[in-house]
T-cell receptor, first 114, second 112 residues
Framework: EAQVTQNPRYLITVTGKKLTVTCSQN?????MSWYRQDPGLGLRQIYY???????DKGDVPEGYKVSRKEKRNFPLILESPSPNQTSLYFC?????????????FGPGTRLTVL | QKEVEQNSGPLSVPEGAIASLNCTYS??????FFWYRQYSGKSPELIMF????GDKEDGRFTAQLNKASQYVSLLIRDSQPSDSATYLC????????????FGAGTRLFVKA
């Protein structure tokens, strides 16, 4: 089954404790992206990747890191989480690496930083 | 100024009616336009995409694009209670970039 998976689905942590949210897709997609979703603000893009070893900042990259060492994986790293990073996070992927393609979303990770 | 604007709603329509959802965007260079549906607690799923001016129909859904007015809309005919969700407008292909910008979404309630 074609899908985007994220782990963990739920995470409660404390300020400053480094964490990684994994994202993996099995569709051989070139383009992958991370979003956060907050009430009233919609989905905001954090980082995106056009292909292996190619990443770029979205609209809200501060406090986040990403890497793209393999085509299928695109982990999101919070080196020192803060309470304002409490949010619902989605990973997405699309084929051909262009803006015209439909993005397929993972199930989401609900993160709470205390 | 937000780059993609939607009425937050909620928009309430009776079952069987036409629901009209609207979206405006600020970047004239935008080239691709998407409507996603998101049920509460779930991830967004694509309903339609449109690239050219005019209408595009898919079943009960019609997307309309007017690039001159920087306006895109989604019409849902014969609305069903199962259509109750938040509808996200997304705009891609901004000038000089590969970002996708989402609106905050419009909540739709279809009353049985």
């Amino acid at each position: 089954e074609a899908q985007v998976t994220q782990n963990p689905r739920y995470l409660i942590t404390v300020t400053g404790k480094k964490l990684t949210v994994t994202c993996s897709q099995n569709m051989n997609h070139e383009y992958m992206s991370w979003y956060r979703q907050d009430p009233g603000l919609g989905l905001r893009q954090i980082y995106y990747s056009m292909n292996v070893e190619v990443t770029d900042k979205g609209d809200v990259p501060e406090g986040y890191k990403v890497s793209r060492k393999e085509k299928r994986n695109f982990p999101l790293i919070l080196e020192s989480p803060s309470p304002n990073q409490t949010s619902l996070y989605f990973c997405a992927s699309s084929s051909a690496g262009t803006y015209t393609d439909t993005q397929y979303f993972g199930p989401g990770t609900r993160l709470t930083v205390l | 100024q937000k780059e993609v604007e939607q009425n937050s709603g909620p928009l309430s329509v009776p079952e069987g009616a036409i629901a009209s959802l609207n979206c405006t965007y600020s970047d004239r260079g935008s080239q691709s336009f998407f409507w996603y549906r998101q049920y509460s607690g779930k991830s967004p799923e694509l309903i339609m995409f449109i690239y050219s001016n005019g209408d595009k129909e898919d079943g009960r859904f019609t997307a309309q694009l007017n690039k001159a007015s920087q306006y895109v809309s989604l019409l849902i005919r014969d609305s069903q209670p199962s259509d109750s969700a938040t509808y996200l407008c997304a705009v891609g292909g901004q000038t000089g970039g590969f970002k996708t910008i989402f609106g905050a979404g419009t909540r739709l309630f279809v009353k049985a």
